[in-house]
């Protein structure tokens, strides 16, 4: 049978699914999400998340016909392309491969526009496409408003239960509510206990929720294009009270993926299934529209969201992607991964 693997690489990891060509949306045959640890090269996870593949893949004495990475923005593609290099590997800027597997699954229209709401840990990228072309109208990234933000509000939360705990653990607790009403956690060093809701996290998210809404509302306003639906992304948004929130400020449709943070590794499946003949594939999303600007949305009273009034950038290039020349839209290129990765031993 013939074996592909997607890789998509965000500022928590790598996320990698190994599955047949043929069935990119169904239970894959592996699949992995390798932490980076604090002050790790991006790079890491990455290899670590390959590695393991071929190794699965062999196993099953198996072979991986094609791999494509996601990537967020062009040193981010640099970097992966200089450090995998036999087997053919294709870089694809990450809204083209989110917007693919949705077609693929077909949650998305076929014209029309759609708002990609990426809520990952390191903050909210916002991009709004056009469906039928596959073309950027704009973009914004809030570095305050995701899962670390969240993680930290939740610390600060505990700290006042008398629970003292880091933000991995916090981050560990807002998760395990995505698919439980109640959790407890627990101070390693004195066994103090608190009983942490759905509601409270709601109510601590709840500014943070409302930029981000306010900021979909405010795209769809400046390039007078309404999204004809939201796609929700990310870790973030399995949380039920996230998604039921977000439902009543937009008031537009919803798409949710059962495994919202898969998305970009299933839709880098869809380009590593494409063989191209030979030589240098382009698998990018396209510039277009004017460029807009806009103020920061108003992000409350807490300091975890303040980084979001200082780097919002609203405009045609969506996070890096794209290049700034004459609206060009940046290529992705094909490398190969290195012999001594491919036959390195299994990371534990």
Same mark, same amino acid.
């Given at each position: ?8 690489? #965000? ?39 390959? %590695? ?21 923005? %062009? ?10 290099? +036999? ?5 694809? @800027? ?5 917007? %693919? ?28 496409? @056009? ?15 995701? #899962? ?30 995505s698919s439980? %009403?109640?959790? +407890? ?8 206990r608190a ?32 999204? @004809? ?21 937009? #008031?537009?449709p919803l ?33 277009? #529209? ?7 949305? +108003? ?50």
């Amino acid at each position: 049978m013939v074996l592909v693997l997607g890789v998509s690489v #965000g500022a928590s990891g790598a996320r990698a699914v190994l599955t047949h060509s043929d069935q990119p949306h169904l239970p894959p045959i592996d699949r992995c999400h390798i932490h980076r640890p604090a002050r790790a090269s991006l790079i890491e996870p990455v290899l670590i998340a390959v %590695r393991r593949m071929h190794s699965a893949a062999r196993r099953r004495d198996e072979y991986i016909t094609g791999t494509a990475v996601t990537c967020q923005n %062009r040193q981010q593609a640099e970097l992966v392309g200089d450090s995998l290099g +036999t087997g053919r590997i294709t870089l694809v @800027d990450e809204p083209l491969a989110q917007l %693919r597997y949705l077609r693929f699954t077909e949650k998305l229209p076929a014209s029309g526009a759609v708002a990609l709401f990426d809520l990952g840990s390191s903050g909210l990228t916002l991009t709004q496409i @056009d469906c039928r072309t596959d073309t950027v109208l704009a973009g914004a990234h809030c570095p305050g408003l995701g #899962g670390d933000g969240y993680d930290e509000l939740l610390c600060e939360w505990l700290d006042g239960a008398g629970v003292f705990t880091d933000e991995s653990a916090a981050g560990r607790y807002r998760e395990a509510l995505s698919s439980a %009403r109640v959790v +407890t956690a627990a101070d390693p060093s004195t066994a103090e206990r608190a009983v942490i809701t759905r509601s409270d996290l709601a109510e601590l998210c709840a500014d943070a929720v409302s930029s981000a809404a306010t900021l979909v509302h405010r795209v769809a306003a400046q390039t007078e294009v309404a999204p @004809d639906a939201v796609a929700l992304l990310g870790g973030c948004a399995r949380n039920p009270a996230l998604r039921a929130r977000l439902t009543d400020l937009l #008031g537009l449709p919803l798409v949710c993926d059962s495994e919202p943070e898969y998305v970009s590794a299933r839709g880098a499946l869809l380009f590593a299934a494409e063989r191209p003949a030979a030589g240098i594939r382009t698998a990018h999303i396209r510039a277009g #529209g004017q460029v807009v600007s806009l103020a920061p949305p +108003t992000v409350g009273r807490r300091k975890v969201y303040a980084a979001a009034a200082v780097t919002i950038g609203l405009g045609a290039t969506v996070a890096g992607l794209l290049t700034a020349q004459n609206g060009a839209a940046q290529p992705t290129r094909s490398t190969v991964v290195p012999t001594d990765i491919l036959d390195a031993p299994p990371e534990p």
